[in-house]
C-alpha cells in the first residue's frame, strides 16, 4: 500500500512539473509576441497546472477506485 501512495504522489509531481513546462512554452508561442516572453511564459506556467494536474487527480482517484 506505500509503494501505491508513493507512486500516486510522485504522477502529481510529475504532472505539475510538466504541466507548468508546457503552459510556460504555450504561453511563449501563444502571446510571447505581444506580452513578452517573460510574462507569457510566467503566466504559462501559472495557469497550465490547472487542467494538468486537475486530469491526473482524476485519474489517480479513478485508478484507485478500480484497482
Known amino acids: 500500500m506505500e509503494g501505491v501512495f508513493a507512486s ?29 516572453n517573460e510574462l507569457a511564459a510566467m503566466m504559462g506556467s501559472f495557469y497550465g497546472p490547472l487542467a494538468g494536474v486537475a486530469g491526473v487527480l482524476i485519474g489517480v482517484v479513478a485508478a484507485a477506485i478500480a484497482f
Not at 509531481?13 to 506580452?35: D, H, K, P, Q, T
Open 8 to 36: 500516486n504522489v510522485l504522477a502529481v509531481a510529475v504532472a505539475i512539473l510538466f504541466s507548468a513546462l508546457g503552459g510556460a512554452l504555450g504561453g511563449i508561442a501563444v502571446g510571447g509576441r505581444v506580452l513578452g
